[in-house]
């Protein structure tokens, strides 16, 4: 027990000598200051250190500088991934709309390896001008409008199937 004492006691005294040096080789001026704070830091380390191993209490620093860069890594990958996507789906809306057609909703599904579009939902209407009569619905009876112009568009910029296109209105 003595002899930790007398470690402890040499280890303060040589942090003192050690800050000691370094404060009359450091030039006045106003980087002297963030000088003496560090010293102040190591020499409250030195202090309490013992006192720690005795509590056996380790500190860790690793677990906490690697598991913040995974995590940061992993949410830049995803982010990354949603841009992607969602540049898709602004590029095409721009498409279909310079074709006469309003969107509603946009959906692109991408496989997992963000290689290529699995499929593509769409909630579209043609535009009408505001001069045109629209047709009365009488009842249940809604005409159903085909979207060849859309789906052939996006067949062949995409190279998507027509199975792979679902568009509703």
Sequence with gaps: ????????????????????????????GNNKKYVKVVIGVYIIFVVINPILKLMNYDFNFDF??????????????????????????????KEIENLGYSVKTLKVNIDKAYENIESVEIKVEKKTD?????????GDNKIKENFEE????????YNLNEEQIIINN
């Design 1 to 28: 027990m003595v002899k930790i004492i007398r470690n402890w006691c040499e280890g303060i005294i040589v942090a003192i000598i050690l800050s000691i040096i370094i404060e009359i080789l450091v030039p006045d």
């Design 64 to 93: 906490f500088k690697y598991s913040a860069q995974e995590e940061t890594y992993a949410n830049i990958n995803t982010d990354m991934k949603d841009v992607y996507i969602v540049g898709i789906e602004q590029e095409l809306k």
């Design 130 to 138: 505001k001069n045109m009569i629209e047709p009365v619905v009488i």
């Design 150 to 157: 859309v789906t052939n568009y996006i067949k062949e910029n």
